[in-house]
């Protein structure tokens, strides 16, 4: 049986690693991964080059339904399935992009071209095609973005339609894949025999010093010509004991090569902002590189490259000379660590460039970083101390001497401020400041100024009115921004959730079915739908749905709860259960599922592996309602009334006056023999909206008997 496999090689020939892992047949496609070719998602394109016309010529329908993950970390795939789709992010100009993605956005890309690629293998399969074998190398020298990549393919590809071949050598590599690697490949150890290079190589491949002046030139060469990846140790060697300036020299030619080519964005994030960062002029044309570099990562969301060309472009940077270069590689670094949950080395560059300049607009964009990151990202937040950060941005940005910066900066900083308000429950100021910014542009610009800012404020004032209950205005600016940029779906979905408060099912799914078709495969959104099918009554639809999820991300919790609640109200108990075992292999001690293994144990009848479970959950989270209420009930069944009542109680004291609790409370107390304590539950109850009332009522008359 194919199985997907992991090549551990040491090597420095990649002809000698590549002939191992193909097997000694021709793999369909083999693709370099060092970072320092392409940047992000170096080999991604190599692979999808190879594919695409086939998939192009044979199912259009295919390409166009991925066409957005398809085109946007690789743009220049657009010579070979055509333009990606407008929208005002990508039509904005850099100065005036304020909506910007990262690392989390990058992996649903990646979703994305995992599920283009199992699609055409599967294609290939049914139409009688060979299965696709798809072999990696450099793994270990991969960027960030295709390693993650990897191990999403590696997790989700049938190795029967799709066969990976990862190739490394012997190195630490990121958690999730060697998660991967571990559970789905199979694992191939070359010992030295295997890894000797090749005859035809063997005397230029020595471990020794080169012999001569020219043959130490000869290695040199060859080893910037390859973008400085190669790995024999010869080559290596002679770049190490040649002269600076020599080696400068050569990454000016090898730049100067790659410029004159016109290279696409992979190779000037990749090989070309290295030469000119180790050229002769680092702290010019290498800072410039770096810049152009990092900016485009920013635009895209490659968070991990952006942090990577950040520190660089730092290294090389005169903070006195260069002062707003600095300043920038520096903010966009601390930025891209969040997403990556790095929020502690965030904060520590926000600080460092606070404590290096005094240039207002400097501490201005500092202080509203510092602000979003208390009130939205570090634990516990700190909207107050949000405040005192966010009020300094505005103050700044209300004396700066040009107008029309002023004006611009001052509406940022508002709808900052907005945020912070909003956190701290302040919605009506919150819509205030939110109405203030919108009214000011409106007054002040032409309509084609700084149109994706503008959009941002209406999707928070849509926000903020459907949070103050103001469903029809909020629905409103919805459609307007849904017309606006059509491509950016969180519109639809905001729509979607105003049609499912109204109990328009149909017209959610559509808004639903819309998103789905033009947005890469959020896991959000396919739950959201699923959700919303359940409530339409579409079963078959939901459990499809949350399956993808699932596939995607085994780890999502909400889905995975979705989908076994979903099984249990089928009655499907042990498809319910298997569900929740697979999540909880996952995440042992997730009280959420724990509770959910107890409660499909309490409707098979199984009281104590039930309690067991419930248990468990309470341990790990005591006040957990769901919990609560299912071990109370356990507890009754099982004859332990005085302990249901103390779980009742323990409910009662989270959610407050609930009719249904005080209801199971009273019965409790009855089967304890405390009628007075019962029928004051009764009586309480009886006076809350949403009460039983036959039943309470049945119930007092028992106790009065």
Not at 305 to 313: C, E, Q, S, Y
Not at 669 to 692: E, F, I, K
Request: aromatic share 6%; charged share 25%.
């Amino acid at each position: 049986m194919a199985s997907h496999r992991r090549i551990v090689s040491e090597s420095p020939a990649p002809a000698t690693r590549l002939r191992l892992a193909s097997g000694n047949r021709n793999a369909d496609v083999i693709a370099r991964c060092h970072q320092r070719l392409r940047g992000p998602y170096t080999g991604v394109d190599t692979v999808l080059r190879a594919v695409l016309p086939e998939a192009v010529r044979r199912w259009p329908d295919l390409v166009e339904f991925h066409r957005v993950e398809l085109l946007y970390g690789m743009p220049e795939l657009a010579d070979l399935v055509g333009p990606a789709p407008r929208t005002l992010a990508n039509d904005s100009s850099f100065t005036e992009r304020t909506r910007f993605f990262g690392s989390g956005m990058i992996r649903c890309m990646s979703q994305g071209i995992v599920s283009f690629l199992l699609g055409h293998a599967e294609r290939l399969a049914s139409s009688g095609g060979l299965p696709l074998h798809l072999v990696f190398d450099e793994v270990d020298q991969a960027e960030p973005t295709t390693q993650e990549f990897l191990a999403l393919l590696l997790r989700r590809a049938d190795p029967a339609q799709l066969q990976v071949t990862v190739c490394v050598r012997p190195s630490e590599l990121p958690d999730e894949l060697e998660r991967a690697l571990t559970r789905h490949a199979e694992r191939v150890d070359c010992g030295p025999e295997h890894g000797r290079p090749d005859a035809d190589t063997a005397d230029r491949r020595g471990t020794t010093a080169p012999a001569d002046t020219a043959h130490l030139a000869e290695l040199v060469e060859a080893y910037v010509a390859g973008d400085c990846t190669s790995s024999d140790p010869a080559e290596q060697l002679a770049y190490q004991q040649t002269p600076s300036e020599q080696r400068a020299r050569l990454h000016d030619l090898r730049a100067d090569e790659l410029e004159q080519a016109n290279p696409e964005w992979g190779p000037r994030m990749g090989a070309l902002a290295y030469h000119r960062e180790h050229g002769s002029d680092p702290a010019g044309a290498g800072r410039e590189a770096l810049m152009a570099a990092q900016r485009h990562c920013v635009e895209v969301g490659f968070s991990a490259a952006v942090i990577d060309l950040g520190l660089r472009g730092r290294a090389v940077t005169d903070p006195t000379d260069h002062q707003h270069d600095f300043w920038e590689f520096t903010h966009q670094a601390a930025a891209a660590c969040i997403p990556l949950g790095r929020t502690a080395q965030s904060m520590e560059l926000y600080l460092d460039v606070i404590q290096r300049f005094a240039d207002p607009k400097v501490h201005m964009m500092t202080s509203y970083s510092i602000a979003m990151l208390h009130t939205r990202f570090l634990q516990p937040r700190d909207h107050d101390l949000a405040l005192r950060w966010q009020n300094n941005a505005v103050a700044i940005a209300g004396i700066l001497p040009d107008p029309a910066e002023r004006l611009t900066f001052s509406v940022f900083h508002d709808n900052g401020l907005a945020l912070v308000e909003m956190h701290r429950g302040n919605l009506g100021r919150s819509l205030q400041l939110v109405q203030s910014c919108i009214a000011r542009l409106d007054a002040s610009l032409t309509d084609n100024q700084w149109q994706l800012h503008r959009s941002q404020l209406l999707y928070n004032r849509a926000r903020l009115l459907t949070a103050t209950g103001r469903l029809d205005e909020a629905f409103t600016d919805y459609s307007t921004l849904v017309d606006l940029d059509p491509y950016y779906t969180d519109y639809l979905c905001e729509r979607a959730r105003i049609h499912r408060t109204r109990g328009d099912f149909t017209a959610a799914l559509a808004d639903y079915d819309r998103a789905v078709e033009l947005a890469p495969p959020f896991p959000e959104l396919y739950y959201n739908r699923g959700t919303a099918r359940v409530e339409a009554g579409d079963t078959k639809g939901a459990l499809a749905d949350f399956a993808y999820v699932l596939a995607m991300e085994p780890a999502d919790t909400d889905t995975r709860l979705a989908r076994s609640e979903l099984l249990l109200q089928l009655e499907e108990f042990e498809a319910a259960e298997t569900d929740v075992t697979a999540g909880l292999e996952l995440q042992p001690n997730e009280p959420r599922l724990l509770c959910m293994r107890g409660t499909i144990a309490l409707q098979r009848g199984a009281l104590t592996e039930a309690f067991a479970a419930l248990d468990a959950a309470l341990a790990a989270d005591p006040d957990y309602p769901a919990a609560l209420l299912n071990r109370a009930v356990v507890q009754y069944e099982q004859g332990r009334h005085q302990a249901a009542v103390r779980d009742l109680s323990a409910l009662l004291d989270l959610v407050g006056d609930e009719p249904d609790v005080l209801l199971n409370r009273g019965i409790a107390y009855q089967a304890d023999g405390r009628p007075d304590l019962a029928l004051a539950d009764y009586d309480r109850a009886l006076t809350l909206p949403g009460a039983d009332l036959p039943e309470l009522e049945a119930r007092r008359a028992q106790c009065r008997a």
